[in-house]
Each structure stands twice: as C-alpha cells, then as structure tokens.
C-alpha cells in the first residue's frame, strides 16, 4: 500500500494541554534534548535563550509570545513524532508538506540542517522551485507545499510546488495511487480544515498518534484535562 506523510500546519500546540501530552513522548523529549544541545553549542551564534521544555510546558501567551521560537519548537515536535512514526512503522513512499519557512519537511530531506533551527543569521537554503514568484498576503509569505517521492536513495520532487495543500493531496490520490494519508500531528490540522473532500476516494485520513496503540492515552488525558478544568470554572 502506497502512503504518504504529511506535515500539515500546527496550530493543535497553541493549546498547553496538548503541549504538555507531547513532551511526555519519548521521542519527542530526545528531539527536544537534541535541540537544546545543538543550541548550546551554537554559543552567542544561537537565536534563542530560552530552555525549551519551559517554554512549552509554559501557558499559551507565553508560548505565543515569541513567534519564531513558537514555530521552531512546532518543527522540533513534529521532527520527534516523525521519527517515531519512522520507527515503528518504516519510512513513507511520499512526503508531503509546507516548503518555505521553518519547516520539519526540509529537514527531513535533507534541504537544511537541524542545527540551522538555532542559528543566529544563518544561511538558509532555498529550496529549488518551479514557481517564480512566491505570493504574498499582507506582506507575509503564504505557505507553499511540495510533495516528494522516495526515489533510489533519497526524496525527490514529485511534480509542481503549489499553495493549496489539498491540490497536492488529490495528486497524492489520483495519480500516485497513495492509499493512507497520515499526517505527522498532533492534531491532524490539514484534516480539520477540510480544505479537500476524500471523502469521495478509497484513501485512509489518519494521525501518527492515533496509529500508536502506545500512545493510546494521549487525547482521552487531553479530554479529561479539559473536563477537569470546565468542573473548575
């Protein structure tokens, strides 16, 4: 069976609760000590200061507070979850995902290095793109995605980069054959949005987390979190 990763947008981690289900992952928590090791030995050459685990284990204005290090954090935990994944399941035949700013997707095939996450002033590599001009929203940079296919050794692309993920994802389906599409989570955010009707294809929609029967406890904790709290109020 044919199937494709996707790293979909995250906004799942504005929420403390889930943020502090993730970093009880074990494989999360070492990316996150990787992280913080890679930062340390950047010296005054690091972006940031701050320790991780506080920050996410934080409250949300907090978290929210520091938009570049809320989303290198965002990549570092969809990096953990990846290798999870990679792990018990074996690597996907397709990648999919956002192509310009901090993205897990270009660490993950090589484009750039993890250690470039907390480089002050670093040089990041561009990604070579069929696209000439980027369009912009207000003057930010709107998310442009690429889908990617294992070739011999490494991932190469698979066809045009595009804005809408849900263009990519129909591709994934009609002309690859994929039939399991898992985004990489936590919260299946590209699923969520419904911004593509699968609906009406044989194609599986699932989340990392909810294929790990050892993570089984993760939304229900969630749910009961916010239960306890609504009792509270």
């Not at 930062?39 to 996410?56: P, R, Y």
């Not at 809320?70 to 074996?90: A, E, H, M, T």
Request: glycine content about 6%; proline content about 3%; hydrophobic content about 40%.
């Amino acid at each position: 069976m044919n199937k494709s990763i996707i790293f979909s947008g995250l906004h799942s981690l504005d929420f403390s609760d889930i943020r502090h289900n993730v970093i009880r992952i074990p494989e999360v928590i070492n990316k996150i000590k990787e992280a913080s090791e890679a930062s340390n030995k950047l010296g005054e050459n690091a972006c940031f200061k701050e320790d991780f685990f506080t920050t996410l284990a934080s409250d949300n204005a907090t978290y929210s507070k520091n938009i570049k290090l809320k989303s290198v954090l965002n990549c570092i935990i969809q990096l953990g979850l990846y290798d999870r994944y990679v792990s018990k399941f074996g690597q996907p035949k397709y990648l999919l995902g956002n192509i310009n700013g901090v993205s897990p997707l270009n660490i993950v095939i090589g484009r750039k290095t993890f250690q470039s996450l907390f480089q002050k002033d670093g040089t990041e590599i561009q990604p070579s793109l069929n696209i000439v001009n980027e369009p912009l929203l207000s003057g930010v940079t709107m998310s442009l995605n690429q889908l990617f296919k294992m070739g011999d050794e490494d991932f190469i692309e698979a066809g045009e980069a595009k804005n809408e993920l849900g263009l990519l994802v129909k591709e994934l389906i009609e002309d690859h054959h994929v039939k399991q599409i898992i985004d990489i989570g936590p919260g299946s955010g590209w699923a969520k949005a419904k911004t593509f009707d699968h609906s009406l294809y044989d194609v599986q929609i699932l989340e990392s987390i909810d294929m790990d029967p050892m993570l089984s406890w993760f939304w229900p904790y969630v749910k009961n979190q916010n239960a306890e709290l609504d009792l509270a109020n």
